[in-house]
């Protein structure tokens, strides 16, 4: 297993979801079948070939043809599959997903979850039951972000390659003055108490916002100019169990979401394993095979070239890359393939008499394409200042070669 493999597995996974949730039924007739591991077979079939039963009591002529046409894609899938539930489970969604009234587009879509599947289960509504799987996605690890002085600060949370800001404040303290005298005295005092009162106030909101997040804090940086930032964490009006997740200080310009971004990016060792620094990485890598070494390439055709031939180390590739990817079952070898082209003949048997599974997220396809060769996947997205160019200047799809 590469190091990346639950980070691909993850993309897939969030792409199909996707894909799932954006089909809504005109009427009740869209399948989602939920099947845990283990489950006895017979028992799936059976209940299956009883809805196509009890379904002939539908009204509705066109509604009752959309619910049989997904049972028996549902049937015929999992005859296809041969029954091969993963450890997780499988998710099977069939239905009519035609956008114009009277036409029918029966497709069927299988996920695997990123959990293990809990609930056995078959629902015909008019849309597609996904909110077990949509609980699947929610981060297990997050850093908190603190960027302060005594004027302003930012509190954020990164998570992955993503930072949500989750708070800002302000405060009234005064600058120094440099005049003598008793009012100067009397001067110091008040700027004193209110910065006190501003450190107070920023440790109550960490506390507050940091704090649902606790079970999946991995640490908190602080950063800003000056020594503001050791002096309020030096009070200890945090929490001390905040407190002690505190990873490190830095010495940064700005305190607002600009010293955010300047922390992430300045922060090479505290947050070397995060995903935002790899991907940052990998994309400088590429890009250097590319200018100085020509052992990297782009594009559809190169890159599958490439990975078929063994010589790819590493794949990038875009959330946003768009190329579609079909799955056929030939009816005439009963042999299952998939294909980046429009439809075409079996590459077995050359047979033209083909039937249409599903379609194939690209993530997915390239990521059983290099399990050939033992090349590595990597998910960029289009968060990093990198990834925007990696998808504009590459479109998307790169290859880092091994020779």
């Not at 940052?280 to 095979?289: D, N, T």
Request: aromatic letters at 10%.
């Amino acid at each position: 297993m590469t190091p990346n493999t639950s980070t691909v597995t993850k993309e897939i996974f969030k792409n199909k979801l996707k894909e799932i949730k954006k089909h809504k039924g005109r009427h009740t007739e869209l399948i989602s079948l939920f099947i845990p591991y283990n489950t006895d077979r017979s028992s799936v079939m059976n209940q299956l070939t009883q809805e196509i039963s009890q379904s002939s009591n539908i009204k509705s002529p066109t509604t009752k043809k959309n619910v049989q046409g997904a049972l028996r894609k549902l049937i015929q899938y999992l005859k296809v599959v041969d029954f091969k539930i993963p450890e997780n489970g499988l998710v099977l969604y069939s239905g009519n997903v035609a956008e114009q009234e009277g036409k029918t587009n029966i497709k069927l879509f299988h996920i695997v979850p990123l959990k293990e599947l809990g609930v056995k289960l078959y629902r015909c509504d008019s849309s597609f039951y996904t909110s077990p799987l949509e609980e699947m996605l929610e981060p297990d690890k997050v850093y908190g972000i603190i960027t302060m002085d005594n004027k302003e600060a930012t509190l954020a949370v990164l998570s992955g390659k993503k930072y949500i800001i989750l708070s800002s404040l302000s405060s009234a303290v005064p600058g120094k003055i440099h005049a003598g005298g008793q009012s100067a005295h009397r001067f110091e005092h008040l700027r004193i108490e209110a910065q006190n009162e501003f450190y107070m106030r920023i440790s109550e909101r960490i506390n507050k916002e940091f704090m649902p997040y606790f079970d999946k804090l991995k640490g908190i940086i602080v950063g800003g100019p000056g020594a503001s930032k050791r002096k309020m964490v030096e009070r200890e009006l945090i929490d001390y169990r905040l407190r002690d997740k505190i990873l490190g200080f830095l010495d940064i310009t700005y305190t607002d979401e600009s010293g955010i971004k300047e922390m992430i990016d300045s922060s090479e060792d505290i947050l070397r394993e995060t995903e935002i620094k790899i991907e940052q990485a990998i994309v400088k890598r590429f890009m250097e095979a590319v200018v100085k070494t020509g052992l990297a390439t782009y594009g559809s055709k190169e890159v599958i070239e490439a990975i078929n031939e063994g010589r790819v180390d590493t794949v990038l590739i875009s959330e946003a890359f768009g190329w579609d990817f079909c799955e056929y079952e030939c009816l005439v070898c009963n042999k299952v393939f998939t294909i980046y082209t429009t439809k075409t003949n079996c590459p077995f048997c050359n047979s033209d008499n083909t039937e249409f599974i599903e379609d194939v997220d690209p993530i997915e396809y390239f990521s059983e394409l290099v399990k050939k060769t033992g090349a590595k996947i990597e998910i960029i997205s289009r968060d990093t200042n990198e990834g925007e160019q990696f998808f504009t200047g590459f479109g998307g799809l790169g290859a880092i070669l091994r020779y």
